[in-house]
């Protein structure tokens, strides 16, 4: 009877160690993902970003990306780099108020961007593609959120649209994320004279060179009339000495 128990506790152990190995292997997230590279950038500006896909799959291949820029934070301008094998959809939406890009209002703005791969282009098991895009300027906002589905060959479909947690920790299918920070203020005050500065130092310079010149000229003639005056006065000597 004793055997049995210990038996019959050994298997309920064990039972229980498969569930929660099956239940923290679920939770775990994703070792790799969709992400937006570089991953910071400066407001107001403009850059060059690419959105990076890894392949996950062990036997499917990634046919698929689409990525929907964040409704709070439009960007007026956003065009894309072709990337051979694949084909980009450009679709967008009406903002109110506008966005003002090289001193035009826009009324509309990209909201997704599709790729889809044509033929054998998908991304394989074991590689990553990048897809990028030129955006700005870019909105004064902390974060830029692109929430990303990765589609595969077999069906599958990664929904990367996770958004940061509060305590920093990774979310299980986090979004690709842009970290904006605020432009450095100009240390310049505005309208002054450098350039009339430089000028003005240039001028010193030249004036103190003017005035150098001229003393060493004045000095050189003094010294010429005391050498004149010294062999006038031994010529004069020499006679004398003479008689």
Not at 23 to 30: K, R, S
Not at 57 to 84: C, F, H, I, Q
Request: aromatic share 4%.
């Amino acid at each position: 009877m004793i055997r049995h128990r210990r038996t019959a506790s050994a298997a309920a152990a064990l039972a229980l160690g498969a569930v929660a190995t099956a239940v923290l292997g679920f939770a775990a997230p994703a070792s790799a993902h969709v992400t937006v590279n570089p991953q910071e950038a400066t407001q107001g500006g403009y850059g060059r970003f690419a959105f990076r896909v890894p392949n996950e799959s062990d036997t499917a291949s990634t046919t698929k990306l689409e990525v929907v820029l964040p409704e709070n934070a439009p960007v007026g301008s956003v065009s894309t780099m072709p990337v051979p094998g694949w084909t980009v959809a450009v679709e967008k939406r009406k903002v109110d108020p506008p966005v003002e890009v090289h001193g035009s209002q826009l009324s509309e703005v990209v909201s997704k961007l599709t790729w889809t791969a044509s033929g054998n282009a998908g991304v394989k098991p074991g590689e990553f593609q990048e897809f990028p895009v030129s955006m700005g300027p870019l909105p004064q906002v902390e974060t830029m959120v692109f929430k990303a589905l990765q589609t595969y060959s077999d069906g599958n479909v990664q929904r990367w649209i996770e958004e940061p947690l509060p305590g920093g920790e990774e979310p299980e299918s986090p979004a690709p994320v842009l970290a904006l920070t605020a432009a450095s203020p100009s240390t310049a005050p505005t309208g002054a004279p450098a350039p009339q500065a430089d000028d003005d130092d240039d001028d010193a310079e030249s004036d103190g060179v003017a005035t150098g010149l001229a003393v060493a000229g004045l000095v050189a003639g003094v010294g010429g009339l005391v050498l004149g005056g010294l062999a006038f006065a031994r010529t004069r000597r020499a006679p004398t000495s003479r008689e």
